[in-house]
Structure formats: C-alpha cells, structure tokens
C-alpha cells in the first residue's frame, strides 16, 4: 500500500489564484452541482467513478429554516473556517495531494469539486454523508465519528485526526530530505514530536522506498527525515541504510536494529516506541493523545513556554522524563494553554485548577543554584526563625550543618511543608541577604523566557559574544562558533547553544550585556518586567508595589549609568576635536613660515638678479617651485573653507 496525503494552505491574496502557469484567475461557482448526497442506493456506484473519495460524515439537517441554513454554511466551509479543497489525482503515482486554500469568504465544497474539472483527471469525488438519514451508509463505510472528513484512496480509509484549523492542516511529504547544514540545524531543533532520520544511497534505493512506506503510515503525527548526503550522515553518526529515533525532548536518538529494514520491521520499531514519556499536545493530534490508552502514571502538565514559570517548569518536565525514559508505565502530556485558549475553561473545571497563576516560582526554579551558592544562610534562618517559619529545634537542627550547602538544603526541605508564605519570606530574605545571586538567577531565567524574542531581535551579536568572551563567560572555541554563523539569528541561535553549556552566571551575562550592546532592546525587555511585576491581588484588588518599586529603582539606575557613559564619550569625543583642531593650526603655521622663507628668497635672488647668473632652466625651476606651493595654499584655504 503506497499512498501519502499532502495538506497545505495557500494564501489567497486579493482573491486571485494562481494555477501553474496559467493566467491569474478567480474560481467561481457555475452553479453546477458536483457533490454527491450519498445513500444506500447510490454510494457504491458513485465511488467506483473515483480513484480517490472525500466524504463529509455531517450531523442531520434539522427541518427549521435556520437548521437548514446552518447545514448550507457548513456544506459551503466544510467545517473548515472557510476553507475549500483542491485535490490533484497522478496516474502516473499512486500518490495523491490535498491542499486547502483560505479564502476571505466562504469557498464551496461545489467549488472544490469545480476546480477539478479545469484539470484533465476526473479521479477525484467529494460526496456528503447524513448521520440520520444515511446510517446504513456510514456503518457500510465504516463512518463513526460525525463531524469528519474520511478519504478514501487504495481501499484504504483516512481519517482527519487533528482540530479543525486551518494551521493545522499544513502537512508535508511523509519524508523530509536534509540537504546541508542549514536544514540540519532545523532538523535538531525540532524537538516536540517523535522523528526519525535515516541515511540512504538516493531516492531510488529499494531501502529508502521501504522507508518511506514506513512514513506514509504514521504519517503527519510522526516526522521522518533522510539525506543522501554523506557528510550529513557523518555528523548524525548514521551509517548506510541506518535509521535513528528520537523520542520528544531526548537528547541522544535510538537506532533501530538490524539494518536494512523492512517496512514492517521499521513499523513494528515505531509502534513499540510510539508512546514517548513527555510529548507535547498538538492541535494536529490532541484528539489522538486525549484518547491515548492511560495506563499506569498519566500526568497532565500545563506550562506556558513563553512565560518564565512557565519555562522552567518545562526544564524540569524535561529533566524527569529523561531519568525515567526507561519507564514504559510513566506518560508525561504537556499542554501550552496559549494553543487552546478556548479549552482553558474546561481544564481549569476539569482538574481544578488555576491556570491565570503560576504554579511553580523562583525558589523551586532555582532550587539547585540556591544550595550551591547561598551564604548567608544563618542570617536567613534566623530572620526565619523570628517571624516564626521555623521552630527552635529545626532552627538549631539546621545551623548545626557543617556547611552552607547542607543548611539550604535543609531549610528548603522545611520551607516545603510552608506552602507559598514560607517560599515567598524566603525570597524576601535572599533579595536583602544575597541581592546580587539572586538577581542574577532572575536575569538567568529571564533570558531563557524571552529566548525566542531574543534571536530574532539582537543584531549587535559578535560584539554581543566579544564582550562575553572577554568578561570570561565564555572560552575562545565558543566564541568562534557563534561568529562562524552568518545572519544573526543564526549566531544567536549558536550563542544559546552555548548557553546550554554552562549554568546561570553565563545566562546572566548575557542579559547584562545587552545592556551595553543593544541598549534600547535592554530597555524594552526591562520595561516588560515591570509589568509582570504588577500582580493584582484577586481579594482587595491592590497592585503590590514594593517589588515594581525596585524593579523601576534599577532600570533608573542603570539609566543614569547610561547617561553617564555617554557624557564620558562626549568629552573623549570633545579632546579629540580640540586635538585635530590644534594640529591644523600648527600645519597652517608652518606652511604660513615656509611661504615666508619662500617668499624672501625669492625677492633676494631678483635683487641680486645682476650679480648671479641664473640660467633659463634654473629659474624655470624656482617659477615652479613657487607656483606650486601658491596652489598649495589655495588647496589648504579650499579645505579649510
């Protein structure tokens, strides 16, 4: 069975489309109608007309005027916000393609079925499939879910697994080619769903075919990639006709066993390993991933990516599905709110809770860096102990600790059982005791957060990197290897690779060294801190005021820093004018002396015009000697003007 599906969107611009090579034309209905009403009597004789049939399994048509109008509508979008579909049969390939194209109105399921008779290939048939009227039709066709779009092609049945959106429905070739390093960097960051790689001789290889079969099975819900390219290969460690698996958010791949494979043997592989530890719930298979089978530890997590909380709690999802990968009873689904705004509410219903407030913060984020690096732990246990977070016998406990890293461990471990007051008093305490850590923890998270907004906003890159570098935050090699890069995302891309390295003091620097390099984005990107700083309180509806008080004390302060390095570049720039202008009064001085000597001479030498003789040649040559320092001074007076 060799089929693929192929969906993407293509902009409507103006209205106009355009077909190959033909002249830009606007598709309008004929009022033709091509779409076929399936039922008992007709559906067998009109599928055989069609290599390929696209169904529309809809709820029944009420018999009220505004029943049937809703059913008008949906017939004409399709359920598809205003999408309609043009599909394109090969006979040359068994293979064929679906593109949906939005327009600002509402394209027809008539008009879909329309466009293809402006091609040769009649192989294509859209028809409709009532649930009430047409039952025995969908059971014979084997229709179960109302509401979906069945295709059926090869005697094989597709079903549309994902949310009715037009960006969802951008799907590709089942097996992406990696050509050059540019794609390799993409294939690598793509690290939210399921691929696997595969290295092959060409496109013609019977491995590669077997390969690509493999795809069209689990095709769009799992990404495959291959390249023919040997130095691709070698530095994805694959070895002819080898395939590698990634699961979501794993670092090192699998490779498959016992190359070459089989279609079977790879599909057999995917379907043991299809179920990943942590995987991220997309709008194109939520439905597939909500239904899962959830035995054994089914954790729903949701964070924001783009939010700071949001962040670290996914690092943490991240580091526990790496130490339990092994674990095929734990299942980790992480949903991003921001993709699904409209199931907000149900969620917060559903499991009762809050997803407007984070549920993580600073002190659980940054609980290793606080062990490693606090010092002041006594002080802070013992301002714990008077505000009455800690008892005598755990505050005595505690400062008995041989070390500073053993007395935080400790107090946060008796912290844990405080819930949000003991986290907040703690945070309090580490801004008057340990300003500067925990400042730099915050700028640390903060840079990961916006890390997105960063690569496409900072220009400044290589100074960015020089700076790093010679502040010590980052080696000589690391430098390079950002500036090797081209365009600036690409070295910023490079520069947080970088970052993964090390721990939060290069972190840090990085957002301190925006200051100095890209002083107006430093700004913005301060200015948004103050507002999230501004957390209204549900109760009595007050802004607090101390935090955003300190935020704004600091982006003042390093204002004023701004300014003052500006005043201190204004007068280095003022010396530097008063120089050049002392210099070009000392050339005009000697070159005023030697028009003088000139001068003198050359009246001395007409005066005792008698007395020497000159011969033509020599006084030609002192004629042109002063005509040419008399052009030098209007060249000098010409540039001074």
């Given at each position: 069975?060799?089929?693929?599906v192929w969906l993407g969107i293509v902009l409507l611009t103006c209205g106009i489309l355009c077909w190959g090579v033909k002249v830009l034309d606007i ?302 009873e734990l299942s980790i689904i992480w949903i991003d709110p921001d993709d699904f705004p409209l199931l907000v509410p149900y969620w917060e219903n559903t ?76 945070y309090r305490l580490l801004l008057e005791h340990e300003p500067e850590l925990t400042l730099q923890m915050e700028h640390a998270l903060y840079v990961h ?193």
């Amino acid at each position: 069975m060799k089929w693929g599906v192929w969906l993407g969107i293509v902009l409507l611009t103006c209205g106009i489309l355009c077909w190959g090579v033909k002249v830009l034309d606007i598709p309008e209905y004929d009022g033709k109608d091509r779409v076929h009403q399936l039922t008992i009597k007709n559906y067998r004789a009109v599928m055989k007309k069609y290599d390929v049939m696209v169904i529309y399994y809809h709820k029944a048509v009420g018999e009220n005027r505004m029943a049937k109008k809703q059913f008008e509508v949906e017939e004409l979008a399709l359920e598809l916000l205003e999408l309609f579909c043009w599909l394109s049969y090969s006979k040359e390939s068994p293979n064929f393609s679906l593109q949906l194209l939005t327009s600002p109105a509402a394209l027809t399921y008539q008009l879909a079925a329309q466009v293809l008779d402006d091609f040769e290939d009649e192989d294509i048939g859209f028809g409709l499939v009532d649930s009430k009227k047409n039952v025995a039709v969908a059971k014979k066709l084997g229709l179960d879910e109302v509401d979906s779009i069945y295709i059926f092609a090869d005697d094989e049945i597709i079903e549309y697994d994902g949310e009715m959106a037009a960006e969802t429905l951008v799907i590709e070739e089942p097996v992406e080619i990696i050509h050059n390093d540019r794609e390799l960097r993409g294939f690598h960051n793509l690290d939210e769903d399921i691929k696997l790689v595969g290295y092959f001789k060409n496109d013609h290889s019977r491995h590669f075919t077997e390969y690509d079969d493999a795809a069209e099975e689990f095709h769009p819900f799992i990404k495959f990639f291959a390249t023919f390219s040997p130095k691709i290969a070698h530095k994805l460690k694959l070895e002819m006709n080898e395939v590698d698996f990634y699961e979501p958010f794993m670092k090192e791949p699998i490779a498959i066993p016992g190359r070459p494979y089989s279609e079977e043997e790879i599909v057999e592989f995917i379907e043991e390993h299809e179920r990943p530890t942590l995987r991220k719930l997309e709008p194109h298979s939520m439905y597939e991933t909500w239904e899962d089978d959830i035995n054994g530890q089914h954790i729903v997590a949701f964070a924001e990516e783009s939010d700071p909380d949001g962040f670290e709690f996914l690092e943490i999802l991240k580091e526990v599905a790496r130490e339990n990968t092994e674990n095929p009873e734990l299942s980790i689904i992480w949903i991003d709110p921001d993709d699904f705004p409209l199931l907000v509410p149900y969620w917060e219903n559903t499991f009762g809770i809050d997803l407007s407030s984070p549920q993580i913060d600073f002190i659980v984020s940054c609980k290793d860096e606080l062990v490693e690096r606090v010092n002041e732990t006594r002080r802070i246990c013992k301002a714990l102990l008077n505000q009455g977070l800690l008892s005598e016998d755990k505050y005595t406990a505690i400062v008995a600790c041989p070390s500073s890293q053993e007395r935080m461990k400790q107090l946060l471990h008796v912290l844990s059982c405080k819930g949000q007051q003991g986290k907040e008093a703690l945070y309090r305490l580490l801004l008057e005791h340990e300003p500067e850590l925990t400042l730099q923890m915050e700028h640390a998270l903060y840079v990961h957060a916006v890390r997105q907004r960063l690569i496409e906003l900072v220009r400044q890159v290589e100074p960015l990197a020089n700076r790093m570098f010679n502040q010590g935050l980052i080696t000589e090699e690391e430098y390079f290897q950002v500036c090797e890069e081209e365009a600036s995302e690409a070295r910023m891309h490079a520069l947080f690779r970088v970052l993964e390295k090390h721990g939060i003091k290069q972190s840090a620097g990085l957002y301190n060294t925006l200051f100095y390099c890209e002083p107006l984005l430093h700004r913005e990107l301060e200015k948004d801190r103050v507002l999230q700083m501004c957390e209204i309180n549900k109760g009595d509806q007050l802004i607090h005021e101390d935090k955003l008080e300190d935020k704004w004390k600091e982006l003042e302060s390093k204002e004023k820093l701004l300014e003052k390095e500006k005043k201190e570049l204004r007068k280095k720039w003022d010396i530097l004018e008063k120089q050049q202008a002392e210099m070009e009064e000392e050339r005009k001085q000697v070159l005023k002396m030697k028009q003088e000597n000139f001068r003198k001479n050359w009246n001395e030498i007409k005066e005792n015009g008698n007395s020497s003789f000159h011969t033509g040649q020599e006084e030609q040559r002192v004629t042109e000697q002063w005509e040419q320092l008399s052009f030098s001074k209007f060249l000098f007076h010409s540039t001074d003007f």
